[in-house]
Protein backbone atom coordinates (compact mmCIF):
# COMPACT_ATOMS: atom_id res chain seq x y z
CA UNK A 1 0.00 0.00 0.00
CA UNK A 2 1.22 3.39 -0.77
CA UNK A 3 2.91 5.27 2.39
CA UNK A 4 0.62 7.53 4.21
CA UNK A 5 2.45 10.04 6.36
CA UNK A 6 1.39 14.05 6.96
CA UNK A 7 4.83 15.25 6.30
CA UNK A 8 3.62 14.54 2.86
CA UNK A 9 1.02 17.37 2.79
CA UNK A 10 3.12 19.98 0.51
CA UNK A 11 2.81 17.40 -2.07
CA UNK A 12 0.68 17.68 -4.90
CA UNK A 13 -2.93 16.75 -4.39
CA UNK A 14 -5.24 14.49 -7.16
CA UNK A 15 -9.08 14.36 -5.72
CA UNK A 16 -11.78 12.24 -7.17
CA UNK A 17 -13.11 13.00 -9.97
CA UNK A 18 -17.02 13.10 -9.78
CA UNK A 19 -19.63 14.59 -12.34
CA UNK A 20 -17.31 17.04 -14.43
CA UNK A 21 -15.23 18.09 -10.58
CA UNK A 22 -12.12 17.04 -9.05
CA UNK A 23 -13.18 16.76 -5.71
CA UNK A 24 -11.73 15.68 -1.90
CA UNK A 25 -13.08 12.31 -0.95
CA UNK A 26 -16.38 13.23 1.18
CA UNK A 27 -14.57 12.02 4.30
CA UNK A 28 -11.79 14.26 3.29
CA UNK A 29 -9.15 11.33 3.57
CA UNK A 30 -5.50 11.15 1.54
CA UNK A 31 -3.19 8.60 1.05
CA UNK A 32 0.55 9.18 -0.41
CA UNK A 33 1.42 7.86 -4.09
CA UNK A 34 4.96 6.84 -3.74
CA UNK A 35 7.82 6.69 -6.89
CA UNK A 36 9.04 3.07 -7.14
CA UNK A 37 12.69 4.25 -8.06
CA UNK A 38 13.42 6.56 -4.73
CA UNK A 39 10.90 5.49 -2.73
CA UNK A 40 9.47 8.27 -1.89
CA UNK A 41 5.89 10.05 -1.61
CA UNK A 42 5.66 12.50 -4.49
CA UNK A 43 1.86 13.11 -4.48
CA UNK A 44 -1.35 13.18 -2.24
CA UNK A 45 -4.38 10.93 -3.52
CA UNK A 46 -7.94 11.57 -2.37
CA UNK A 47 -8.78 8.32 -0.60
CA UNK A 48 -12.16 8.02 -1.71
CA UNK A 49 -14.99 5.18 0.21
CA UNK A 50 -18.57 3.83 -0.47
CA UNK A 51 -20.26 7.71 -0.13
CA UNK A 52 -18.18 8.47 -2.74
CA UNK A 53 -18.75 5.93 -5.02
CA UNK A 54 -22.72 6.19 -4.62
CA UNK A 55 -21.76 9.91 -5.75
CA UNK A 56 -20.15 8.58 -8.85
CA UNK A 57 -22.48 5.90 -9.68
CA UNK A 58 -25.06 8.34 -9.77
CA UNK A 59 -23.74 10.74 -11.40
CA UNK A 60 -22.72 8.08 -14.20
CA UNK A 61 -26.89 6.98 -13.92
CA UNK A 62 -27.83 10.72 -14.23
CA UNK A 63 -25.83 10.92 -17.17
CA UNK A 64 -27.32 7.73 -19.03
CA UNK A 65 -30.66 8.33 -18.25
CA UNK A 66 -31.16 12.19 -19.29
CA UNK A 67 -29.15 14.90 -20.60
CA UNK A 68 -26.96 15.19 -23.87
CA UNK A 69 -25.21 12.00 -23.33
CA UNK A 70 -28.19 9.74 -23.99
CA UNK A 71 -29.64 12.58 -27.10
CA UNK A 72 -26.28 12.33 -28.53
CA UNK A 73 -26.54 10.30 -31.82
CA UNK A 74 -23.74 7.02 -32.48
CA UNK A 75 -21.76 9.35 -34.81
CA UNK A 76 -22.12 12.27 -32.24
CA UNK A 77 -20.58 9.87 -29.41
CA UNK A 78 -17.82 9.15 -32.53
CA UNK A 79 -16.56 12.54 -32.85
CA UNK A 80 -16.40 13.25 -29.11
CA UNK A 81 -14.20 10.21 -28.83
CA UNK A 82 -11.79 11.59 -31.99
CA UNK A 83 -11.56 14.74 -30.23
CA UNK A 84 -10.07 13.03 -27.06
CA UNK A 85 -7.94 10.57 -29.06
CA UNK A 86 -6.35 14.34 -30.35
CA UNK A 87 -6.25 15.64 -27.15
CA UNK A 88 -4.62 12.37 -25.68
CA UNK A 89 -2.08 12.99 -28.42
CA UNK A 90 -1.56 16.38 -27.15
CA UNK A 91 -1.40 15.80 -23.80
CA UNK A 92 0.73 12.57 -23.94
CA UNK A 93 4.24 13.59 -22.35
CA UNK A 94 3.04 14.99 -19.58
CA UNK A 95 0.34 12.19 -18.78
CA UNK A 96 2.81 9.54 -19.50
CA UNK A 97 5.59 11.41 -17.12
CA UNK A 98 2.76 10.87 -14.25
CA UNK A 99 2.33 7.79 -14.90
CA UNK A 100 6.06 6.43 -14.95
CA UNK A 101 6.74 8.53 -11.97
CA UNK A 102 4.04 6.12 -9.95
CA UNK A 103 4.83 2.86 -11.57
CA UNK A 104 8.53 2.87 -12.76
CA UNK A 105 7.55 1.81 -16.41
CA UNK A 106 10.83 3.07 -18.93
CA UNK A 107 9.96 6.73 -20.18
CA UNK A 108 10.97 5.41 -23.51
CA UNK A 109 8.02 2.64 -23.26
CA UNK A 110 5.67 4.86 -21.51
CA UNK A 111 5.29 7.63 -23.51
CA UNK A 112 4.58 5.71 -26.62
CA UNK A 113 1.86 3.23 -25.17
CA UNK A 114 0.08 6.33 -23.68
CA UNK A 115 0.11 7.90 -27.38
CA UNK A 116 -0.83 5.12 -28.56
CA UNK A 117 -4.01 4.62 -26.53
CA UNK A 118 -5.02 7.20 -28.62
CA UNK A 119 -5.66 4.79 -31.45
CA UNK A 120 -8.08 3.20 -29.58
CA UNK A 121 -10.18 6.05 -29.59
CA UNK A 122 -10.14 6.52 -32.98
CA UNK A 123 -10.95 3.38 -33.64
CA UNK A 124 -14.38 3.16 -31.57
CA UNK A 125 -15.09 6.40 -32.27
CA UNK A 126 -15.59 5.46 -35.74
CA UNK A 127 -17.12 2.21 -34.88
CA UNK A 128 -19.32 4.12 -32.70
CA UNK A 129 -22.24 4.66 -35.56
CA UNK A 130 -21.49 0.98 -37.62
CA UNK A 131 -22.60 -1.42 -35.00
CA UNK A 132 -25.54 -3.10 -37.11
CA UNK A 133 -28.53 -5.07 -35.49
CA UNK A 134 -30.67 -6.39 -37.79
CA UNK A 135 -34.17 -7.32 -39.18
CA UNK A 136 -34.81 -10.66 -38.98
CA UNK A 137 -37.06 -12.81 -41.72
CA UNK A 138 -38.74 -14.78 -38.97
CA UNK A 139 -41.51 -17.52 -39.84
CA UNK A 140 -44.21 -15.94 -37.78
CA UNK A 141 -46.84 -14.35 -40.52
CA UNK A 142 -47.93 -10.52 -39.86
CA UNK A 143 -44.76 -10.11 -37.65
CA UNK A 144 -41.93 -7.25 -38.54
CA UNK A 145 -39.25 -8.38 -36.36
CA UNK A 146 -35.62 -7.04 -35.73
CA UNK A 147 -33.03 -6.30 -33.46
CA UNK A 148 -31.44 -3.49 -31.55
CA UNK A 149 -28.39 -2.86 -29.39
CA UNK A 150 -28.65 -0.81 -26.05
CA UNK A 151 -26.20 0.44 -23.89
CA UNK A 152 -25.84 -1.57 -20.59
CA UNK A 153 -25.74 1.73 -19.11
CA UNK A 154 -23.23 2.55 -16.02
CA UNK A 155 -19.99 0.34 -16.16
CA UNK A 156 -17.19 0.00 -13.51
CA UNK A 157 -13.64 -0.15 -14.89
CA UNK A 158 -11.22 -1.51 -11.94
CA UNK A 159 -7.87 -1.85 -13.47
CA UNK A 160 -4.14 -2.43 -12.10
CA UNK A 161 -0.77 -0.47 -12.18
CA UNK A 162 1.34 -2.28 -15.05
CA UNK A 163 -0.48 -0.04 -17.69
CA UNK A 164 -2.55 1.62 -16.15
CA UNK A 165 -4.04 3.82 -18.55
CA UNK A 166 -3.75 1.60 -21.78
CA UNK A 167 -5.75 -1.10 -19.81
CA UNK A 168 -8.40 1.21 -18.88
CA UNK A 169 -8.92 2.29 -22.31
CA UNK A 170 -9.39 -1.24 -23.48
CA UNK A 171 -13.03 -1.20 -21.66
CA UNK A 172 -13.31 2.71 -21.66
CA UNK A 173 -13.11 3.46 -25.81
CA UNK A 174 -15.72 0.40 -26.31
CA UNK A 175 -17.57 1.38 -23.74
CA UNK A 176 -18.51 5.20 -24.77
CA UNK A 177 -18.87 4.14 -27.73
CA UNK A 178 -21.55 1.95 -27.48
CA UNK A 179 -22.98 4.85 -24.92
CA UNK A 180 -22.51 3.71 -21.78
CA UNK A 181 -21.56 5.82 -19.22
CA UNK A 182 -18.26 4.93 -16.54
CA UNK A 183 -17.17 4.98 -13.44
CA UNK A 184 -12.61 4.36 -13.01
CA UNK A 185 -11.44 2.82 -10.38
CA UNK A 186 -7.41 2.96 -10.66
CA UNK A 187 -4.83 1.12 -8.70
CA UNK A 188 -3.95 2.64 -5.50
CA UNK A 189 -0.31 2.39 -7.07
CA UNK A 190 -0.95 4.44 -10.07
CA UNK A 191 -4.54 6.83 -9.24
CA UNK A 192 -3.03 10.16 -10.44
CA UNK A 193 -2.60 9.20 -14.34
CA UNK A 194 -6.43 8.83 -14.13
CA UNK A 195 -6.80 11.80 -12.81
CA UNK A 196 -5.39 14.52 -15.12
CA UNK A 197 -6.75 11.76 -18.08
CA UNK A 198 -10.38 12.65 -16.75
CA UNK A 199 -9.79 16.22 -16.99
CA UNK A 200 -9.78 15.85 -20.96
CA UNK A 201 -13.11 14.26 -21.18
CA UNK A 202 -15.30 17.77 -20.73
CA UNK A 203 -12.47 19.47 -23.64
CA UNK A 204 -13.64 16.64 -25.86
CA UNK A 205 -17.13 16.96 -25.18
CA UNK A 206 -18.10 14.66 -23.17
CA UNK A 207 -20.91 15.64 -20.77
CA UNK A 208 -20.30 16.09 -17.18
CA UNK A 209 -20.58 12.53 -15.21
CA UNK A 210 -20.24 10.45 -18.16
CA UNK A 211 -16.56 9.34 -16.93
CA UNK A 212 -15.75 9.79 -13.49
CA UNK A 213 -13.20 8.77 -10.98
CA UNK A 214 -12.86 7.22 -7.33
CA UNK A 215 -9.42 6.41 -6.51
CA UNK A 216 -8.95 3.91 -3.32
CA UNK A 217 -8.34 1.08 -2.17
CA UNK A 218 -9.62 -2.15 -3.26
CA UNK A 219 -12.31 -3.21 -0.48
CA UNK A 220 -13.31 0.10 0.28
CA UNK A 221 -14.03 1.35 -3.59
CA UNK A 222 -13.80 -1.55 -5.50
CA UNK A 223 -15.82 -3.82 -3.64
CA UNK A 224 -18.70 -1.10 -3.28
CA UNK A 225 -18.78 -0.54 -7.06
CA UNK A 226 -19.08 -4.18 -8.10
CA UNK A 227 -21.86 -4.42 -6.02
CA UNK A 228 -23.84 -1.10 -6.53
CA UNK A 229 -27.69 -1.96 -8.00
CA UNK A 230 -27.21 0.36 -10.86
CA UNK A 231 -23.55 -0.79 -12.10
CA UNK A 232 -24.50 -3.31 -15.02
CA UNK A 233 -21.25 -4.58 -15.83
CA UNK A 234 -17.60 -4.59 -14.80
CA UNK A 235 -14.31 -4.64 -16.72
CA UNK A 236 -11.49 -5.78 -14.66
CA UNK A 237 -7.80 -6.06 -15.49
CA UNK A 238 -5.58 -7.67 -12.30
CA UNK A 239 -4.80 -10.59 -10.25
CA UNK A 240 -6.52 -13.78 -9.99
CA UNK A 241 -7.48 -13.03 -6.19
CA UNK A 242 -8.93 -9.66 -7.27
CA UNK A 243 -10.48 -10.77 -10.44
CA UNK A 244 -11.99 -13.67 -8.59
CA UNK A 245 -13.61 -12.22 -5.97
CA UNK A 246 -15.18 -9.63 -8.30
CA UNK A 247 -16.25 -12.79 -10.94
CA UNK A 248 -18.04 -14.03 -6.95
CA UNK A 249 -19.49 -10.35 -6.15
CA UNK A 250 -20.79 -10.08 -9.89
CA UNK A 251 -22.73 -13.33 -9.98
CA UNK A 252 -24.60 -12.94 -7.05
CA UNK A 253 -26.19 -9.94 -8.98
CA UNK A 254 -26.23 -11.51 -12.44
CA UNK A 255 -23.91 -9.18 -13.79
CA UNK A 256 -21.32 -9.28 -16.87
CA UNK A 257 -17.96 -9.02 -16.72
CA UNK A 258 -14.54 -8.98 -18.33
CA UNK A 259 -12.34 -10.40 -16.85
CA UNK A 260 -8.42 -9.75 -17.64
CA UNK A 261 -6.41 -11.58 -15.01
CA UNK A 262 -2.84 -13.80 -14.87
CA UNK A 263 -0.85 -15.83 -17.14
CA UNK A 264 1.93 -18.31 -17.70
CA UNK A 265 2.64 -17.95 -21.16
CA UNK A 266 5.11 -20.57 -23.13
CA UNK A 267 7.22 -18.90 -25.10
CA UNK A 268 8.53 -22.04 -27.68
CA UNK A 269 11.49 -22.12 -29.57
CA UNK A 270 12.07 -24.85 -32.61
CA UNK A 271 15.28 -25.89 -34.08
CA UNK A 272 14.28 -24.22 -37.06
CA UNK A 273 13.98 -20.62 -35.78
CA UNK A 274 16.21 -17.37 -36.09
CA UNK A 275 18.01 -17.54 -33.33
CA UNK A 276 18.76 -14.27 -33.25
CA UNK A 277 15.25 -12.98 -33.62
CA UNK A 278 14.19 -15.85 -30.92
CA UNK A 279 16.31 -14.36 -28.78
CA UNK A 280 14.59 -10.58 -28.37
CA UNK A 281 11.21 -11.99 -28.50
CA UNK A 282 12.45 -13.67 -25.26
CA UNK A 283 13.88 -10.80 -24.25
CA UNK A 284 10.48 -8.62 -24.80
CA UNK A 285 7.67 -11.01 -23.57
CA UNK A 286 9.66 -11.20 -19.74
CA UNK A 287 12.29 -8.68 -19.04
CA UNK A 288 10.50 -5.48 -21.43
CA UNK A 289 8.47 -3.65 -18.77
CA UNK A 290 10.77 -5.85 -15.76
CA UNK A 291 7.99 -8.71 -16.83
CA UNK A 292 5.46 -6.79 -14.91
CA UNK A 293 2.92 -7.99 -17.79
CA UNK A 294 0.18 -10.01 -17.83
CA UNK A 295 0.88 -11.29 -20.98
CA UNK A 296 4.64 -12.32 -20.24
CA UNK A 297 6.17 -15.30 -21.64
CA UNK A 298 7.69 -16.57 -18.58
CA UNK A 299 8.56 -20.10 -19.23
CA UNK A 300 10.82 -20.63 -22.34
CA UNK A 301 10.49 -24.02 -23.90
CA UNK A 302 13.25 -24.95 -26.14
CA UNK A 303 14.03 -28.05 -28.44
CA UNK A 304 16.56 -29.98 -26.83
CA UNK A 305 19.09 -29.93 -29.90
CA UNK A 306 19.40 -26.09 -29.14
CA UNK A 307 18.75 -25.92 -25.78
CA UNK A 308 22.07 -24.88 -24.61
CA UNK A 309 23.09 -22.68 -27.81
CA UNK A 310 19.89 -20.63 -27.34
CA UNK A 311 20.47 -20.38 -23.78
CA UNK A 312 23.89 -19.53 -23.71
CA UNK A 313 22.61 -16.56 -26.64
CA UNK A 314 20.06 -15.36 -24.09
CA UNK A 315 22.30 -14.92 -21.07
CA UNK A 316 25.07 -12.72 -23.14
CA UNK A 317 22.35 -10.78 -24.74
CA UNK A 318 20.63 -9.65 -21.20
CA UNK A 319 23.88 -9.85 -18.59
CA UNK A 320 24.81 -6.57 -19.83
CA UNK A 321 20.87 -5.12 -19.65
CA UNK A 322 21.15 -1.92 -18.21
CA UNK A 323 19.16 -1.14 -14.90
CA UNK A 324 18.50 2.10 -13.39
CA UNK A 325 16.22 5.12 -13.64
CA UNK A 326 13.50 4.39 -15.68
CA UNK A 327 13.66 8.30 -17.05
CA UNK A 328 17.32 8.10 -18.04
CA UNK A 329 17.12 7.16 -22.40
CA UNK A 330 19.81 3.86 -21.78
CA UNK A 331 17.58 2.21 -19.09
CA UNK A 332 16.67 -1.06 -20.15
CA UNK A 333 14.98 -2.28 -16.68
CA UNK A 334 13.23 -0.49 -14.22
CA UNK A 335 12.49 -0.80 -10.82
CA UNK A 336 9.60 -3.13 -9.46
CA UNK A 337 6.63 -0.65 -9.27
CA UNK A 338 4.86 -1.89 -5.67
CA UNK A 339 7.15 -2.89 -2.24
CA UNK A 340 4.69 -6.28 -2.79
CA UNK A 341 5.64 -7.00 -5.89
CA UNK A 342 8.86 -6.82 -5.13
CA UNK A 343 8.73 -8.98 -2.30
CA UNK A 344 6.88 -11.64 -4.09
CA UNK A 345 9.29 -11.73 -7.01
CA UNK A 346 12.62 -12.26 -4.36
CA UNK A 347 9.90 -14.79 -2.85
CA UNK A 348 9.46 -16.92 -6.16
CA UNK A 349 13.25 -16.74 -6.54
CA UNK A 350 14.01 -18.66 -3.47
CA UNK A 351 11.50 -21.03 -3.95
CA UNK A 352 12.70 -21.70 -7.83
CA UNK A 353 15.93 -22.50 -6.19
CA UNK A 354 14.77 -24.40 -3.22
CA UNK A 355 12.72 -26.74 -5.49
CA UNK A 356 16.07 -27.62 -7.42
CA UNK A 357 16.13 -25.00 -10.32
CA UNK A 358 19.60 -23.62 -11.47
CA UNK A 359 19.89 -19.98 -11.57
CA UNK A 360 21.96 -19.32 -14.74
CA UNK A 361 21.71 -15.51 -14.86
CA UNK A 362 20.64 -13.18 -11.86
CA UNK A 363 18.26 -14.22 -8.98
CA UNK A 364 19.17 -11.52 -6.83
CA UNK A 365 17.57 -7.83 -6.21
CA UNK A 366 19.98 -4.85 -6.30
CA UNK A 367 19.92 -2.94 -3.48
CA UNK A 368 22.31 -0.34 -5.00
CA UNK A 369 20.19 1.11 -7.01
CA UNK A 370 17.76 4.19 -6.49
CA UNK A 371 15.40 2.96 -3.10
CA UNK A 372 16.54 -0.71 -4.03
CA UNK A 373 12.94 -1.73 -5.44
CA UNK A 374 15.34 -3.39 -8.39
CA UNK A 375 15.59 -7.64 -9.25
CA UNK A 376 18.31 -8.32 -11.87
CA UNK A 377 17.01 -10.07 -15.04
CA UNK A 378 16.48 -13.87 -13.91
CA UNK A 379 17.00 -17.38 -15.34
CA UNK A 380 16.49 -20.48 -14.24
CA UNK A 381 17.06 -23.98 -15.80
CA UNK A 382 16.50 -27.52 -14.85
CA UNK A 383 13.01 -26.77 -14.88
CA UNK A 384 10.54 -29.12 -14.37
CA UNK A 385 6.51 -27.66 -15.69
CA UNK A 386 5.73 -28.92 -12.68
CA UNK A 387 7.92 -26.46 -10.04
CA UNK A 388 5.77 -23.91 -8.90
CA UNK A 389 7.99 -21.69 -10.98
CA UNK A 390 6.55 -23.12 -13.42
CA UNK A 391 2.94 -23.26 -12.62
CA UNK A 392 2.43 -19.93 -10.66
CA UNK A 393 2.66 -15.83 -11.81
CA UNK A 394 5.40 -14.14 -10.81
CA UNK A 395 4.91 -10.77 -12.57
CA UNK A 396 8.57 -10.29 -12.95
CA UNK A 397 11.49 -10.52 -14.72
CA UNK A 398 12.00 -14.22 -14.26
CA UNK A 399 12.30 -16.98 -17.19
CA UNK A 400 12.05 -20.61 -16.48
CA UNK A 401 13.58 -22.97 -19.42
CA UNK A 402 12.92 -26.53 -20.25
CA UNK A 403 13.49 -28.33 -23.31
CA UNK A 404 11.12 -30.40 -25.90
CA UNK A 405 11.70 -32.99 -27.88
CA UNK A 406 8.75 -32.53 -30.44
CA UNK A 407 5.88 -30.48 -31.07
CA UNK A 408 3.46 -32.86 -29.28
CA UNK A 409 5.86 -32.48 -26.52
CA UNK A 410 6.05 -28.78 -26.41
CA UNK A 411 2.12 -28.74 -26.96
CA UNK A 412 2.33 -30.98 -23.60
CA UNK A 413 4.45 -28.62 -21.38
CA UNK A 414 2.70 -25.53 -22.91
CA UNK A 415 -0.71 -26.67 -22.03
CA UNK A 416 -0.05 -27.80 -19.06
CA UNK A 417 -1.32 -24.92 -16.89
CA UNK A 418 -3.90 -23.71 -15.28
CA UNK A 419 -3.65 -20.36 -17.61
CA UNK A 420 -4.46 -19.45 -21.56
CA UNK A 421 -3.51 -15.82 -22.20
CA UNK A 422 -0.35 -16.30 -24.70
CA UNK A 423 1.55 -18.06 -26.13
CA UNK A 424 4.99 -17.39 -28.65
CA UNK A 425 5.52 -19.98 -31.44
CA UNK A 426 9.49 -19.22 -33.16
CA UNK A 427 10.10 -21.37 -36.48
CA UNK A 428 9.97 -21.08 -39.82
CA UNK A 429 7.80 -24.38 -40.80
CA UNK A 430 4.37 -23.15 -41.64
CA UNK A 431 3.34 -26.59 -41.41
CA UNK A 432 4.88 -26.86 -37.76
CA UNK A 433 3.52 -23.06 -37.32
CA UNK A 434 -0.23 -24.14 -37.99
CA UNK A 435 -0.21 -27.31 -36.14
CA UNK A 436 1.02 -25.75 -33.11
CA UNK A 437 -1.22 -22.37 -33.24
CA UNK A 438 -4.58 -25.03 -33.33
CA UNK A 439 -3.29 -26.90 -30.32
CA UNK A 440 -2.30 -24.02 -28.29
CA UNK A 441 -4.61 -23.14 -25.45
CA UNK A 442 -4.15 -19.39 -25.62
CA UNK A 443 -6.39 -16.57 -26.69
CA UNK A 444 -3.45 -15.18 -28.22
CA UNK A 445 -0.64 -16.53 -30.48
CA UNK A 446 2.44 -15.11 -31.81
CA UNK A 447 4.25 -16.49 -34.20
CA UNK A 448 8.22 -15.24 -34.67
CA UNK A 449 6.99 -12.34 -33.07
CA UNK A 450 5.76 -11.78 -29.18
CA UNK A 451 4.25 -9.24 -26.74
CA UNK A 452 2.13 -7.58 -29.77
CA UNK A 453 -1.01 -6.31 -29.01
CA UNK A 454 -3.34 -3.59 -30.56
CA UNK A 455 -6.99 -1.71 -30.90
CA UNK A 456 -7.91 -3.79 -33.93
CA UNK A 457 -7.13 -7.57 -32.62
CA UNK A 458 -9.51 -9.22 -29.70
CA UNK A 459 -7.39 -9.83 -26.36
CA UNK A 460 -8.32 -12.46 -23.87
CA UNK A 461 -7.68 -15.38 -21.66
CA UNK A 462 -8.53 -19.05 -21.78
CA UNK A 463 -8.60 -20.88 -18.43
CA UNK A 464 -7.93 -19.36 -15.52
CA UNK A 465 -6.60 -15.99 -17.19
CA UNK A 466 -10.26 -14.61 -17.79
CA UNK A 467 -13.29 -13.87 -19.02
CA UNK A 468 -14.43 -12.20 -22.42
CA UNK A 469 -12.27 -10.46 -25.26
CA UNK A 470 -10.91 -6.85 -25.44
CA UNK A 471 -10.49 -4.87 -28.57
CA UNK A 472 -11.55 -5.54 -31.95
CA UNK A 473 -14.97 -5.00 -33.02
CA UNK A 474 -15.93 -8.00 -30.75
CA UNK A 475 -15.03 -6.25 -27.50
CA UNK A 476 -18.32 -3.22 -27.92
CA UNK A 477 -20.64 -6.58 -27.55
CA UNK A 478 -19.61 -6.94 -24.23
CA UNK A 479 -21.35 -3.12 -23.31
CA UNK A 480 -24.79 -3.70 -25.09
CA UNK A 481 -28.03 -5.15 -24.55
CA UNK A 482 -29.29 -7.04 -27.44
CA UNK A 483 -33.46 -6.00 -28.15
CA UNK A 484 -35.29 -8.12 -30.17
CA UNK A 485 -38.64 -6.37 -31.04
CA UNK A 486 -41.62 -8.40 -32.51
CA UNK A 487 -44.26 -5.97 -34.48
CA UNK A 488 -47.68 -7.25 -35.41
CA UNK A 489 -49.58 -5.72 -38.52
CA UNK A 490 -52.18 -8.67 -38.19
CA UNK A 491 -54.05 -7.57 -34.71
CA UNK A 492 -55.88 -10.58 -34.80
CA UNK A 493 -54.59 -13.00 -31.89
CA UNK A 494 -56.47 -16.74 -32.99
CA UNK A 495 -56.49 -18.23 -30.36
CA UNK A 496 -54.75 -16.95 -26.93
CA UNK A 497 -55.00 -20.16 -24.98
CA UNK A 498 -52.11 -21.62 -27.44
CA UNK A 499 -48.49 -19.96 -28.39
CA UNK A 500 -48.32 -19.27 -32.05
N1 LIG B 1 -3.34 -9.09 -15.18
C1 LIG B 1 -2.61 -8.03 -14.99
O1 LIG B 1 -2.39 -7.24 -15.90
C2 LIG B 1 -2.06 -7.78 -13.65
C3 LIG B 1 -1.86 -8.81 -12.77
N2 LIG B 1 -1.34 -8.58 -11.55
C4 LIG B 1 -1.15 -9.72 -10.67
O2 LIG B 1 -1.91 -9.48 -9.48
C5 LIG B 1 -1.06 -9.61 -8.35
C6 LIG B 1 -1.53 -8.64 -7.30
O3 LIG B 1 -1.25 -7.34 -7.81
P1 LIG B 1 -2.06 -6.11 -7.26
O4 LIG B 1 -1.43 -4.86 -7.61
O5 LIG B 1 -2.35 -6.37 -5.81
O6 LIG B 1 -3.34 -6.22 -8.15
P2 LIG B 1 -4.84 -6.45 -7.72
O7 LIG B 1 -5.36 -7.45 -8.64
O8 LIG B 1 -4.99 -6.66 -6.26
O9 LIG B 1 -5.48 -5.00 -8.04
C7 LIG B 1 -5.94 -4.68 -9.32
C8 LIG B 1 -7.07 -3.67 -9.13
O10 LIG B 1 -8.15 -4.31 -8.46
C9 LIG B 1 -8.50 -3.60 -7.28
N3 LIG B 1 -9.00 -4.57 -6.32
C10 LIG B 1 -8.28 -5.36 -5.49
N4 LIG B 1 -9.10 -6.14 -4.75
C11 LIG B 1 -10.38 -5.82 -5.11
C12 LIG B 1 -11.67 -6.26 -4.70
N5 LIG B 1 -11.83 -7.20 -3.75
N6 LIG B 1 -12.76 -5.70 -5.29
C13 LIG B 1 -12.63 -4.76 -6.25
N7 LIG B 1 -11.43 -4.29 -6.68
C14 LIG B 1 -10.32 -4.83 -6.11
C15 LIG B 1 -7.24 -2.90 -6.87
O11 LIG B 1 -7.48 -1.82 -6.02
C16 LIG B 1 -6.69 -2.49 -8.24
O12 LIG B 1 -7.35 -1.32 -8.69
C17 LIG B 1 0.33 -9.29 -8.88
O13 LIG B 1 1.33 -9.87 -8.09
C18 LIG B 1 0.30 -9.89 -10.26
O14 LIG B 1 0.61 -11.27 -10.18
C19 LIG B 1 -1.06 -7.32 -11.10
C20 LIG B 1 -1.23 -6.25 -11.97
C21 LIG B 1 -1.70 -6.41 -13.31
C1 LIG C 1 -2.41 -6.64 -21.57
N1 LIG C 1 -1.41 -6.46 -20.54
C2 LIG C 1 -1.74 -6.84 -19.24
O1 LIG C 1 -0.95 -6.67 -18.31
C3 LIG C 1 -0.18 -5.98 -20.86
C4 LIG C 1 0.16 -4.76 -21.26
C5 LIG C 1 -0.79 -3.70 -21.61
C6 LIG C 1 -0.45 -3.12 -22.95
O2 LIG C 1 0.00 -3.88 -23.82
O3 LIG C 1 -0.67 -1.90 -23.10
C7 LIG C 1 1.59 -4.49 -21.34
O4 LIG C 1 2.33 -5.45 -21.61
O5 LIG C 1 1.98 -3.36 -21.09
Request: proline share 5%; charged share 20%.
Amino acid sequence: MPSDSTSADLLPRYGLFIDGEERPSLDDAWFSSDNPFDGKPWARIARGGAADVELAVQAAHRAHSEGAWPAMSATERGRCLMHLADLIVEHAARIAEIEMRDNGKLATEVTGQVRYTAEYYRYYGGLADKVESSVIPTDKKGVFAYTRYESKGVVAIITPWNSPLSLTTWKLAPALAAGCTVVIKPSEFTSASMIEFAKLFELAGFPRGVVNVVCGFGEEVGEPLVTHPLVSHIGFTGGDAAGRRIYELAAKQLKTVTLELGGKSPNIVFDDADLDQAVKGVVSGIFAASGQTCLAGSRLLVQRSIHDQLVERLVAFVADAVLGDPTHEGTQIGPIATPGQFRKILDYIEIAKAEGAVCALGGKSRPELGAGRFVEPTIFTHVRNDMRIAQEEVFGPVLVVMPFEDADDALRIANDTAYGLAAGVWTRDLHRTLYMVERLKAGTVWVNNYRATSFTSPFGGYKGSGVGRESGIQAIHEFVETKCVWISSDLQVANPFVRR
